[in-house]
């Protein structure tokens, strides 16, 4: 009783604090050959996998599309709880889309839960570790850590969206992680997804996971 009743305060912080979700799926994908949304795990896209999962703990989720848009749009699920916005400005580097889900967040959201479309092993206990640990301490930055290794997803709250919009899209969202450490909360995991980049046909392989349509083998 006393682990379900835990679980139901965990659940009602998460919600006062509304979180929202970002996942970014703009990429070029050109290491892989293939748009990484679109690559499965088992019978899932990452897209879908990780969108789920996102939703479990995010009330919202908006899913920034840029190369590849009406593909990887097409393969967005059926859920009036996601939204979808096309940064035309992809090129110009990761932050840039992260800034084009920031825009389409709720006005009343407390943080933004940010994940990236090719990390998709990260386990469903890791998001509400973050979304867990923003609810119980407030935190302006919250990190998963596997083996000393800072990972993703990343939630920023409220207070740190100004940051980010205003931040040089060059430098990338680093550029306001790493302003001031003292107000980065990291949550230890052992989930070795927070930090599994899958960037090539042989980064799957390693992961155990299919290649990209038309790749055999390496």
Known sequence: MAGRSNRSVRAALVTRHAIEGILLAAGESRRMGFPKPLLMVGDETFLRRTASAMLQVARR???????????????????????????????????????????????????????????????????????????????SIVIPRHAGRRGHPVLFARTIFSELMAAPDDQGARFVVNADPARIVYVDVDDVGVTLDLDTPADLVRAGLAPPPGVDGL
């Open 61 to 139: 989720v908006t899913i920034v599309t840029g190369a590849h848009a009406d593909r990887i749009r097409a393969e967005v699920p059926s859920d009036a709880r996601i939204t979808i916005v096309n940064n035309a400005d992809f090129t110009r580097g990761q932050l840039s889309s992260l800034k084009s889900g920031l825009a389409a967040v709720s006005s009343d959201a407390s943080a933004a839960m940010v994940h990236l479309a090719d990390h998709p092993l990260v386990l469903g206990s890791t998001y509400r570790a973050v979304a867990d640990e923003f609810a119980a301490k407030g935190a």
